[in-house]
């Protein structure tokens, strides 16, 4: 029979006292505090799935090729995403009345909008469609309000100006 020789389970490459390289065969458990690496340029290389039984902590930036999948994730800072960002599920943003959603970019909408409180539209607006309303509507505006298309009502229509009713169309 052939004689099947296995290398060492633990090697060292020593040079002038220093070991320039530590090879293990096999599981390795190291005990206490460990340090790999003596400055920012060396790098550490993981071949393996690693699984952490304990938080990581990071001092400097973690920089991931590929995806992230986490059951939870929290930042106690800001968080900056520079591709494009889909959400599954139910959103929430922000925690709070007093806190501000700011938009910079045109807003696309698929299916309904459901706005609670006052809704303020700053500039121009345009609806394409229909306009259906449960309650009052007041359009007010210093330079007149323009309807350029048919309107129907199964109520009455008020127009006022100056604070008092001037023409009502019933």
Known sequence: AALTTQPPLIYATIADGIVSELNCNGNA???GNTTLGDTST???TVRATSAFAAPVSMASTLSVTGAISAGNLS???NCLVTGNLQVNGNTTLG????DIITVAGPI???NNLTVAGVTQLNGASQVNGSLTTTNAVALTGTAGV???TPVSTSGNID???????DLSVN
Do not use: D, E, M
């Not at 925690?95 to 007093?98: I, V």
């Not at 127009?159 to 009713?165: F, K, N, P, R, Y």
């Open 29 to 31: 458990i190291v005990f």
């Open 146 to 148: 323009t309807i350029a």
């Open 95 to 98: 925690n709070a009345a007093t």
């Open 75 to 77: 930042t106690s800072g």
């Open 108 to 110: 696309t909408a698929q």
């Open 42 to 44: 060396n790098t550490l």
């Open 159 to 165: 127009i006022t100006i100056g604070g008092s009713a």
